[in-house]
């Protein structure tokens, strides 16, 4: 490597694979954006709201690191794609299709919680 970037194949970044794992681990089961993410929202925001301001402070905090997580993420596939390594460029050609997934996935997730906790303050 002609540079002092970080290269995945010399073990100091995550694999794009290793992303790929770490994202499915973050990611929110809660269906669909465009149909279910809204409603359970503000189904759980309803739920602690009637718990009292304490947990939904609680709740709100959880939604801001999830939101802060997964900016980690996405800075840790940027990290991936800066290599100078022949070897990890010639890889991420062909993991193309996994990278445009996981950053259309983690970026969606993240605006939709950064909106909502916009909305809320």
């Not at 990890?88 to 939709?112: A, P, Q």
Request: hydrophobic share 40%.
């Amino acid at each position: 490597m002609d540079n002092d970037l970080p290269c995945a194949c010399h073990g100091h970044t995550p694999t794009l694979q290793t992303l790929e794992i770490l994202v499915g681990k973050w990611q929110k089961d809660w269906g669909s954006e465009s149909t279910m993410w809204n409603e359970v929202f503000d189904t759980e925001l309803a739920c602690l709201r009637a718990k009292g301001e304490w947990a939904t402070a609680i709740f709100f905090d959880e939604v801001a690191q999830w939101a802060t997580d997964g900016r980690t993420l996405l800075e840790s596939i940027q990290d991936v794609m800066h290599t100078h390594c022949p070897y990890c460029r010639e890889h991420l050609k062909y993991d193309s299709i996994l990278l445009y997934d996981l950053l259309v996935s983690i970026i969606s997730e993240v605006k939709f919680f950064e909106v909502k906790l916009d909305a809320s303050m």
